[in-house]
């Protein structure tokens, strides 16, 4: 016991044993930047054996020391202490006789209580390990389901997270949690380790309750749904079940709002309403039959405004007079003529059982008496017609053989048309005829005959919140689309509602960017392609490269035509050189080239500004800034896969801070939820005022002085909530801003260049401080516009970033004959894009031009 030297240098060579271990990493944990399990269970190791081993080390020696010294009889430090003869030793007063006495394994009681204890605590802590990693991988998992299962609208009985074991696929029940989590168990008894898990966790729960007091309680809650993001694996059936009442509850609600209402083809003319949170736009989508080029109208015009201090719902939904000004605006914004009348219902003919009533019908149809009369052709036109229209409308053989009869006979009594011209009935025989088509509903007999153009309503900002949230909402706007739908039926045309998601609103922003990019008028003139876009044959300039190999090369591009035209171009330049000068000899010999040098290639392509354009929108292009009046999104892309893309959006808008709005779901998951403290802290100072949270204030009027204290409060709140919703960080590329970014730097008078994000933000500093200088003026939008706008880049971009903010784009005017189109990089250009095919048809006829 008294060999102090030798206890502490095999505990210190124990210490550094373990100190290296704990240094050196796994490799699949090395680079992981936060403390895992493993390393804490060094640090766990290396802290018992520095404080339990050697303090039992010293203890020994200070309480049991002169063996085998015989010097040490009677002679003791310290009056207390004492020799023993049986012992040989002298006992320190601190101890009891027994630590020094023979024990089991010819050691001290004291040495083998020591071991004892390693053992015992490596056994807890192993077992304690054990336990806590399978709860970790039961945790982890139960998380992913139910961030994957929780937000699906078409649930099914199993779920969305499909498990891998030994390379086979097994699909999962949505409630089989126990199944889930057998697939990562560490050990067997997963059943029972469950229900042991869920009784420790009561009890733990109901004894805090019981002897903590309210703030203690309340801040272990706080810091449980902090630490778990608001999830606890064993309310997992709990939160899904809440979860999916909450989805059923959405979809009864709004089953026509969020999902896309029709199915459109290239041939239709599309045209929506964009209802933000401040104004309406009114645009127009259509394919040219002619020269299959996509076209748009509505670019030019104004938007419609809201007075000051109004909401689209207090000017239209609300107002009694709001369905005839918003009829009004539609007529004249889109031009629109009305519509010669038509036949409405097949009962008409059904029921024609006179020759006068057969006659009637087909004057219903816009065809009088002594038109009826004028010959055999005009005859045949309308009874053609006329079967076309009822065959598609699901009217049987025998309805149309009934139908026609009645028809027919009746012209004969009329004598249209001479009789003899005249069939005996309606059958297939008769001309082909354009189809009267039916509407967009499923038509029957006793239906509408009528094709009604689809207008679409897209309300987007905080009227997606109020639709979503508010039921009395959605009623007086189910009214006002009846109202509204009644006085433009005469121009056959029918407002339908769709209320995209934020996300939705991102990806159709993200796809209009995409395709504008390549097709638009970018200035490319300042880039050249660098070493990481010279792939070809390695790099190697000087080598051989075939057609085939450039369009592999390129396929990203998504330009074949285009790479075909600058390798016809490479190949003529080529050969144009060979043929007049120094590689003369060479052509000759070997009859011409099977393919072009990598470098003419490479000249030709940089001279083709929209192959320039295809590779900036594919290896440069990174995503898009946008903003509106309550809602602001950032979309990255990935590449070749816009559908897969991170789409981020916050509910902030340049109008939130200055108009009041009732508290929705949407805020207070975001603004004032408690797992984002930052976000609700600062919410609540600036929009809210003292006691409970049911709307919010306006923090400053359009036309009124700003607060600087105020203005930086609302800098903050925004950068704090892309911050906590996870926004991207420090990304490089180049983004392009749209909507109120585009706004903001029209303001700094910085639109339609390309700069680094750094002067971008520059230039938006500069034009926020001019205008809190100019305070006799109203600049309480801009303002709260520009301070969005510089809270969401310095969030998202790098400062080396390159950003370029356009709304009017040129697309087309390649060709002699190609006048080009005005286009606006918006996200109902991206909603025709994606569903219309259109971008398809276009495609394949730049294809076959070339």
Known sequence: ???????????????????????????????????????????????????????????????????????????????????????????????????????????????????????????????????????????????????????????????????????????????????????????????????????????????????????????????????????????????????????????????????????????????????????????????????????????????????????????????????????????????????????????????????????????????????LATGKDNVESLLGAFASGIRQAGASASDVHMMGSAVVSGLRQAGAGGSDHLPGTIDEDLPAMPPMAPSRKATGLGETLEKMTTLLVCLTGSNRQMLRDDEEGRRQLDAFIKAVNEKIAAYELECVVYCPRDTDEAMYELCATEWIVQHGDLDVSQFRLDRAQRTLKGGREDASVSLQEVLHEFASLRADPDLRWAYRQARKSTVDEAETGSMRSTFSQNGGFDGVTCAAFYRQFERNTILMRSLIRSRLFTGVLSAGSGSSQVTLVRADATDGSQVHSIPLGNRTPLTGMKITSGHEEVLFSSQMPQTRQKARELLCGPGPVKETRPAWTEAGAVDPKRLQLWKELVSACATEKGFPITKRGLFVGISAVFYAAQEAGCDDRLMEASAFLQRLEQRRHELLLDAGKNHGRPLANLTLVVALVETVLHPSALIVCKRQWKVGGDGEDDAPADFIATWTLGLYLKHSGALAVSRDMEDDDV
């Open 1 to 371: 016991p008294d060999m102090l030297a030798n206890r502490m240098s095999i505990t210190l060579t124990v210490l550094l044993t373990l100190v290296s271990a704990s240094g050196a990493r796994p490799p699949v944990i090395e680079s992981v930047p936060y403390p895992t399990l493993y390393d804490n269970y060094g640090k766990l190791m290396v802290f018992f054996v520095a404080s339990v081993v050697g303090i039992a080390n010293l203890f020994g020696f200070a309480s049991c020391w002169g063996m085998y010294r015989g010097s040490g009889k009677g002679s003791s430090n310290t009056a207390a202490d004492y020799f023993d003869s049986d012992l040989q030793l002298t006992i320190s007063s601190l101890a009891d006789q027994w630590w020094c006495e023979e024990g089991p394994m010819n050691t001290s009681n004291l040495d083998f209580m020591v071991l004892v204890t390693t053992f015992v605590f490596l056994i807890v802590v192993h077992v304690s390990i054990l336990v806590w990693s399978q709860i970790h991988r039961f945790t982890t998992l139960l998380k992913v389901k139910h961030a994957v299962d929780a937000p699906d609208e078409s649930y099914g009985p199993y779920s969305r997270l499909v498990m891998c074991r030994h390379g086979q696929f097994e699909l999962v029940g949505r409630g089989d949690f126990l199944g889930c989590v057998t697939h990562v168990r560490l050990f067997p008894g997963t059943r029972c380790f469950w229900r042991i898990w869920r009784c420790v966790w009561t009890i733990g729960r109901g004894f805090l309750r019981a002897v903590c007091c309210c703030g203690c309680s309340r801040s272990s809650r706080e810091w449980r749904q902090k630490k778990l993001d608001g999830f606890h694996p064993l309310d997992s059936r709990r939160l899904l079940a809440e979860a999916t009442r909450r989805v059923q509850d959405r979809l009864i609600a709004t089953p026509q709002l969020t999902n896309f209402p029709i199915t459109l083809s290239p041939s239709d003319v599309v045209r929506v309403l964009d209802v933000g949170s401040g104004e309406v736009g009114f645009y127009s989508y259509w394919l040219d039959n002619v020269t299959t080029r996509i076209c748009a109208e509505g670019v030019h015009e104004k938007k419609l405004k809201y007075d000051q201090g109004q909401t689209f719902v207090d000017l239209f939904v609300t107002n009694s007079e709001g369905p005839a000004k918003m009829a009004n605006e539609i007529i004249a914004r889109f031009n629109l003529k009305p519509k010669p009348k038509r036949f409405t219902s097949f009962m008409t003919y059904a029921t024609a059982a006179s020759p006068t009533s057969a006659l009637g019908a087909l004057e219903d149809c816009g065809s009088p008496r002594s038109t």
